[in-house]
DNA sequence: GCTATGACAAGGA
DNA sequence: CTCCTTGCCATAG
């Protein structure tokens, strides 16, 4: 139950379905923007099956990148095709074309700090 | 408190 | 494209 895992929880359940968002990008949202890593784990340990959409998560250049025996690559490509996010052949994604960007008033909900905001959008250029 | 681990990021060769 | 290094940090044991 630490504020880590739970807000990346709730931010992964804020990402609308037809968009991804990178590891580091929700890491940048709950407040620690050095703990991609750990974006993974907390998806993995407490992610729930059909309540948190752990599958529009990709690394930084758009690539599936799961590793784990239940929630293969293969799974997650389903997931996102079936959204309508086009996944190409080496399960490469378009972030220009479908990474989602929160609004203002969403990341003011987070309670999170302007200086993130602001690194949010010079990182990922709205 | 210490070490090891990891569904990553960023930058370089 | 691949392979490597460094940085970071929550958790597990």
Redesign the pocket.
């Known amino acids: 139950m630490?504020k880590?895992?739970d807000g990346v929880i709730n931010i992964v359940k804020l990402v609308p379905k037809g968009k991804v968002v990178?590891?580091?990008q929700v890491?940048v949202m709950v407040g620690?923007?050095?703990?991609?890593?750990?974006?993974?784990?907390?998806?993995?340990?407490k992610?729930e099956e059909g309540i948190t959409p752990?599958?529009r998560?990709v690394?930084?250049?758009g690539?599936i990148?799961?590793?784990?025996e239940e929630?293969t690559k293969n799974i997650?490509k389903e997931h996102l095709l079936k959204e309508g996010v086009e996944v190409g052949k080496?399960l490469?994604i378009d972030m220009k074309k479908f990474r989602w960007f929160p609004k203002y008033s969403t990341l003011k909900n987070l309670e999170l700090d302007e200086k993130y905001i602001y690194l949010l959008s010079e990182?990922y250029k709205i």
């Open positions: 630490s880590f895992t990178s590891y580091g890491a620690s923007p050095r703990s991609a890593l750990q974006v993974g784990w907390a998806l993995h340990i992610g752990w599958w998560v690394n930084k250049d690539y990148s799961t590793k784990c929630h997650q080496n490469k990182k």
